[in-house]
């Protein structure tokens, strides 16, 4: 009540006591002016709404009736608006040249995993990178890329990379490091460095090694050592044992008639990977009757992506690898101590008369895992094969300064055990995590006054750091590295850094007191200073522009071998109950890539696990020790142990049992902590790759693993259909006579004809490797949820494509066989009849088509579709709020939501890219202009899509190839998405029965 | 009705007479109005109703924790698209089938002894399937949308996709769900007017009398409501055949393993009806003895639900036998292993079970001594329909779990989720059940009353 009405007049207590009084019951007033029920309150409730509105229906008219209509549709409007924040929108007053909005820009850069580099081109949406490809110029590419590469896209948005500079785990910034910088520079330059340790990971750069060098040149006692988990020390030492001097090794597969891989995948990992799987594949393509084959024969202790190649495969413990090494050298005419040719009889027999019958035409080459006795061996056999020169060139080293890395670390380790070490900057790698258990790095590093960390996340390492500094990634800055075969491959940053990182460049600048230069200025610099003279502008537009230096391949040289080393070598290592085999992991490396949610979701490619970085075993084994899959174990070396589930996996070698790094963290992001189990405690400087004498104890405990695919036998289905060369010749269409296919006008209706493109694509299972670098390619082209471990153990995930995986024959050396299996695009597709709302339909193109505004997420399409490619969103899997992971996104592919379906769609938005530059042409789509995401990464092009309407284009051609097949015909879905057989082409000497 | 056939139906049988001895006009409508028009409310019912109200409400937190989340809080996976969901949906809609055929079909057959069992074996029906209905819905990924199944003119341009059996499914449950409340309404009015008639209560008096729609009980009323409940059961006796074989075409249709199979449409039509008059056995058991009711639902009924059960399960059991001799027949690696993975592969135990409930327990009915023990019974009418359930479990997840790639054979393992949502149905139904029971006369009086024995001339 208005607090004046008490003025409007007096008030009779009196007559309102009596009236209170008076009254039954509970009465409730509000003010004594309502009791009194004077005339003035009376007045004031009618007054309570202004005149007009009470009478207004009486006097509305049609002028009123508008106005007033009128005001609610603007009002309303108003309402439903959320008033957007001020945002300024600049013009480009001058726009970038090609810079088109909606049109993708391609970059070429590069991509380093321990310091070598793959050539990539990165596709960039109005300046922000989404996807990686292959630099098809890039000769360690050739177009395609690995896994890694495609993943790395997703690691430059990661949203817990390090954004900040940290001291002392409080946020400082740039501004303070570079005062502290100089500071510490005033105090090094007084001790001319003496203290000054400097460790980076293996450095191939040029630049940075410049920069390095100038740093040493202005601290003379600053000490710069390199550490790299997963190098290549033995390599090296093998190459110094039988060259006197390191050097790289390049192989030439595609010269050699037969490969002998002691332990390297070469095709899975490693540098070069790409490119060899290229040129290895490229020496098995059957062309016609008369076709030849390469032959390949892999000693390895667990399969790898290579084994699964393997027209011969035998499995041995590391020390078996090495006295087969042995065994064969003598066979080969090279005197080797310890050598026991009677040693797989008939295998090594085979081996060795086809190495010889194919001499100059053939490979050995050993593993970076292998000791360096087995590498001196290799070079000694491919010298004494007369290979040398041929397929197997050698080259300098691609370091900078080769050196003994783990050495080099123990001398840390050790100096930092005496306190010697006043100053450490790591650049980059994670040491507290990596180190060989001996080392004691972590309990060492807290003797450093001054510890430095630079890395892409805040790690192990970070944490035990006085300052954590944030790093670019690779494609937000500047740099240089070399690819395999030495060619500087140069990177250019595809966006300005995301957070507040600095390239190792710049740090060392600043420590060179040059903290101004930016990695451009550095990286121009170094060049320019290479190149003095001559027109240096075009000559770095052009190496920019291609991605890296032309003619910068290091030149092949032929050290003369150290006659008479073998002879040197110590005894071969005897077996010494169950051996322990490290290794990298296949999809998460040496733990670098921990965090990234692709990688550690895209199932290892023979195991097909995901998540979890379980303890190899042979069924043999398994069965001696009663271990079934799951079980949790340790593993006892020497006084080290680990806790590990336990993974029965056919082809393992007995008595072994292999176990892989990169799992365990503790730090690193929230994907990378808490998955799998950390297997660098069972690793030693000196025995970094395989110890013998490891117990093994059952803890009774079990864990679920998250496996996508549970069950390994084809169960005498013909899915991958395989035959030998001999049969292939003598039969080209037998895997068309392993199937049925009804005949298409049996149907009551007729065969629908297709006047303009059909789609189709061919997937040749000859030359599939199974590396599963179209499975990322496809997730990071169509933005693929990851949806983690626990949906995966219930049989979520969501890839597109798929590497199956099957085991066939013999338990404990089977065959191993790898199918793609993206959708297969069936003619008459059991999904489309059976889904109620025209969710999924076919197009006039031959595609089964999925509209996922459509869809309301009964399944059914999932049910009736008998190669389970659709994969439905069971809960919101798609990252909707994270803001940098929506820079990722593909803008020309739909984000799901939850409650729909989805699958392949044969990259649906290239087509009509390539649809629309062909309509502007006034031409049909040409062959090769549409290249799905799978097709583009895969490194052996064993994926060719196309018009199977154009007689001329590839996948026509192949359609019509006689090992053309396509799987569950007989159900009468007629595929579009078809396979070409697989082919062995084993030693006739060997082939049993 | 006519009288000369209904003596002849009682004097045929002499094992038992489908109403007690001693009952005339008044005492039946005393006994089972009585019922509904009781001022106190048993206490027993009070209990049921409670526990299953409460059971109810967890149905209901389940859809809301669902539509929050998404389907993914079942077991649900890649090879295994369908779970609890689908299985139940195909459950609860068999359980309803028993009141459809009590109704509709042994009406036109003029069964007289599903007198007495036809209005609860109808409601039955109605709340099963409105159990059944809730399932296709909530398993879709998207349930906001569940209406774009139905056809209507939409400015989307789209109509359903007329060969999905999905869509056939929305017209078969619907017609089924429309007819089976309208049959039972319609068979209701003379009653409640009845209740109408004697109620005491003002609102009970209102209420009944706005569902009765003015039903006064003249000849022309009678003679215009037999046409029309005749024209009813004849509409509605090609559901009893129609909705499960529309329903097992969502299998049949399909290309899996397990589902497709040309028997399929009989073998759930037989299964429906096996299962539902389980339902009915087990309902009428416990009420039989705890409202008194011996007299109207005498042995008689009990043996002829039995023999009926008895008589769908060997279909039932015969329709095991053809989907795998059809599996070994065609020959089809991935249809011979469908069948040995189901006798040996992961879910065995299902599988025995399934077989062990509906083939082998219920060879004891062959015995008119177990037909005629109904505690045996009842425990009888109870396995069956787990049995049932274990069929559909069979049925939907083993086909999935391993088809044709190896590569994505799959488990499925239902969550708390999905149990809860089953239970929760369970719940529901009985809730339903115990208000029609409180409220609404569970034996047709006017129906029962023609089968009294007429001694006396009619008191009306």
Redo the contacts between chains.
Sequence with gaps: MNPSASSRGPVDFDSLRELLARSRGREYWRSLEELAQTPQFRRQLENEFPPGILDAPNALNRRRLLQLMGASLGLAGLSACTRQPPEKIVPYVRAPEEFVPGRPLYYATGWAVSGVALGVLVESHMGRPTKVEGNPEHPGSLGATDAFAQASILSLYDPDRAKVVMRLGRISGWVNFLAAVEQERERLLARRGAGFWILTETVTSPTLAAQLGKLLAQFPEARWRQYEPVGNDSARQGAILAFGQPANTIYRFRDARVVLSLDADFLGCGPGSVRYARDFIAGRRPEGAETAMNRLYVVEPAPSVTGSMADHRLPATNAGIDRFARALAARLGIASPGADESLHGDFLAAVAGDLRANAGASVVVAGAEQPASVHALAHAMNQALGNTGKTVLHTDPLEAQPADQAASLRELAEEMAARRVDTLLILGGNPVYTAPADLQFRERLDSVRLRIHSSLYEEETSELCHWSLPEVHPYESWGDARAYDGAVTLMQPLVAPLYAGKSPLEIVAAFNGEPSKTDRDLVREYWQGQRPGGDFESFWNKSVHDGFIEGSALPAKSPPLNAGFAAGLPAPPQDDGIEVSIRPDPTIWDGRFANNGWLQELPKPVTKLTWDNPALVSPALAERLQLRTGDVITINLENRSVRAPVWILPGHADQAVTVHLGYGRTRGGHIAAGAGFNAYPLRTSTRPWSASGARIEKTGRRVSLACTQNHHSMEGRPLVRAATLEEFRKEPDFAQHMGHEPDPSHALFPVFQYEGYKWGMSIDLNACTGCSACVIACQAENNIPVVGRNEVIRGREMHWIRVDRYFSDDLDNPAIHTQPIPCMHCETAPCEVVCPVNATVHSGEGLNQMVYNRCVGTRYCANNCPYKVRRFNFYLYADWDTPSLKLLRNPDVTVRSRGVMEKCTYCVQRINAARIESEKEDRAIRDGDIVPACAQACPTQAIVFGDLNDPSSRVAGLSKDPRNYGILTELNTRPRTTYLARLRNPNPALEKG | MDSDQRQESVGVDDIAPVIAPGHDYSTVTDQISTIVLTRRTPRQWLIGFSIAFVVSMALLYSIAYLLL????IW????????GFAIINFVWWIGIGHAGTLISAILLLLRQQWRTSINRFAEAMTLFAVACAGLFPIL?????W??Y??VPYPNT?D????P?????WD?FAVTTYGTVSALFWFVGLIPDLATLRDRATSLLAKKIYGILAMGWRGSARHWYRYETAYLLLAGLATPLVVSVHTVVSF?FA????PGWHATIFPPYFVAGAIYAGFAMVLTLSIPLRAFYNLGDFITMRHIDNMAKIMLATGLIVGYGYIVEAFMAWYSG???EI?MIANRLQGPYRYVFWALILCNVILIQTLWSARVRRNVILLWFISIVVGIGMWLERFVIVVTS?H??????????YYPTFWDWSTYIGTIGLFCALLFLFLRFLPMISIFEMRTIVPQDGAPKH
């Excluded at chain 2, 989340?69 to 993914?72: F, L, N, Q, S, V």
């Excluded at chain 2, 077991?75 to 369908?82: K, L, R």
């Design positions: 989340k998404g389907t993914g077991g649900i996976n890649n090879p295994v698209g369908w398993h879709m990924g998207r349930p949308l569940a774009w199944l989307m789209t109509w359903p996709q060969r999905s059996p999905l869509v929305v969502d249709i399909s290309i899996v089809h690696p991935a292993y999935l391993r088809d044709y790639l190896p590569s994505s054979w799959g488990m």
